[in-house]
């Protein structure tokens, strides 16, 4: 039997109030920047790698932030049926912060899933905003008192 985890490393880069983030489907859904870890690279390469893809930002990679765990039978497939564990990061920009088209685009008019680019967000507007996965409040928390501390995020179970 053969099992299979999705690993994906993740960053979050503040600049000025603003919160960078991925928007899928033309502004349907926003996630933090990021994606899968390749092999032969570590988690903290794979951040940086990712977001220079989608952004064509530099960053530094800081302290982990949280470990988020999406397990499709407890979240009625909502992300589709394979597991996945997403390694968020707090990441500093290396000079400017200007976003560029990206280098690797994930572009499939089929899928609205599939990101449409990297944008920077107002702070202020992430309660606003549909946020996969669901965690306005843990994010908003931390990024309103500066207090980033390692958390492990379960993906709720899917209520109907």
Request: aromatic share 12%; hydrophobic share 35%; net charge negative.
């Amino acid at each position: 039997m053969r099992f299979h985890i999705r690993v994906s490393a993740r960053g979050i880069v503040i600049n000025n109030d603003k919160i960078l983030l991925n928007e899928f489907g033309n502004g349907e859904y926003y996630n933090i920047p990021g994606g899968a870890v390749e092999i032969g690279e570590t988690v903290k390469q794979a951040v940086v790698r990712e977001i220079r893809e989608e952004s064509g930002l530099d960053v530094t990679v800081g302290d982990l932030i949280y470990v988020h765990e999406y397990e499709p039978n407890n979240s009625n497939f909502i992300y589709g049926q394979t597991p996945h564990i997403s390694i968020v990061f707090r990441c500093f920009l290396n000079g400017s912060h200007e976003i560029k088209p990206p280098s690797v685009p994930d572009i499939d008019p089929d899928n609205s899933a599939v990101t449409s680019n990297a944008k920077w967000v107002e702070i202020a507007e992430l309660k606003n905003i549909n946020y996969v996965p669901y965690i306005h409040e843990k994010l908003i928390e931390y990024i309103k008192t500066n207090r980033f501390y390692p958390t492990f995020i379960e993906e709720p179970l899917y209520n109907e």
